[in-house]
């Protein structure tokens, strides 16, 4: 198995384009998790999905983020319009869990490194 | 609001020393804690969980409920464990909240 997969690894945008962030999840698994990782504010959480449904998006930071999950085995993340302060580490991981628990480990991607300009 | 804490960003120790990275947190109830590593060009993974009890990679930690702390150990430190660790809780739900992480240098 590959493990969480996520592309681009890396993304290099100028302000006001359109990003737009990839993850396959682990077969399997029925939770996703969005995540951003900046020097300032440490790894976040972004958003949760369960079975493909959004739980928890609080942590999204405003409209101009988005994500999806049309599927268990995909989901996007989508910035419009992208700002430099968006710049940051995506992950996206993915687990089994049952009901809210999160006593199972958290499988982690490799990460995208988005830089906008 | 629930937290937690790793106040040290770099701890250096050289090989064969005694390593204990910190962790603090600040939760109502009982929550439920993780060691996470990372090493260089890979990937996030769980290294142990307090619900375990076990000693992985001859790391251990121990939930101090009385400091509120669950400290990550190991009695000699190998060049192969130079990473960066982030503690990370849970109250019971689907929710992780991470530390800002210390990367640990062992030194030769």
């Known amino acids: 198995d590959a493990g969480v997969i996520q592309s681009p690894r890396h993304e290099v945008t100028e302000m006001g384009q359109e990003v737009t962030l990839r993850c396959k999840p682990i077969s399997g698994h029925n939770s996703l998790f969005w995540y951003r990782q900046t020097m300032m504010r440490g790894l976040e959480l972004l958003i949760y999905f369960n079975n493909n449904v959004p739980i928890d998006d609080s942590g999204m930071p405003e409209d101009r983020f988005s994500a999806k999950m049309p599927n268990a085995s995909f989901s996007t993340l989508k910035i419009q319009p992208s700002e430099p302060r968006d710049s940051a580490v995506y992950f996206c991981?993915?687990?089994?869990?049952?009901?809210?628990?999160?006593?199972?480990?958290?499988?982690f991607g490799p990460g995208t490194r988005l830089t906008v300009t | 609001a629930q937290r937690v804490t790793q106040p040290e960003k770099l701890l250096s120790v050289f090989k064969g020393a005694p390593v204990e990275l910190k962790c603090n947190y600040s939760?109502?109830?009982?929550?439920?804690l993780f060691w996470y590593v990372q090493y260089s060009r890979q990937r996030l993974q769980l290294l142990l969980r307090h619900i375990s009890r076990e000693s992985i990679k001859g790391f251990t930690a121990d939930l101090n409920k009385g400091e509120t702390s669950f400290h990550l150990k190991k009695p000699f430190a190998q060049e192969e464990d130079s990473a960066m660790y982030y503690c990370?809780?849970?109250?019971?739900?689907?929710?992780?909240?991470f530390g800002s992480g210390t990367r640990l240098l062992v030194r030769p």
């Open positions: 939760y109502s109830g009982s929550p439920e």
């Open positions: 991981a993915s687990t089994i869990a049952l009901g809210t628990s999160v006593y199972y480990e958290q499988y």
């Open positions: 990370a809780g849970s109250d019971s739900s689907y929710k992780l909240i």
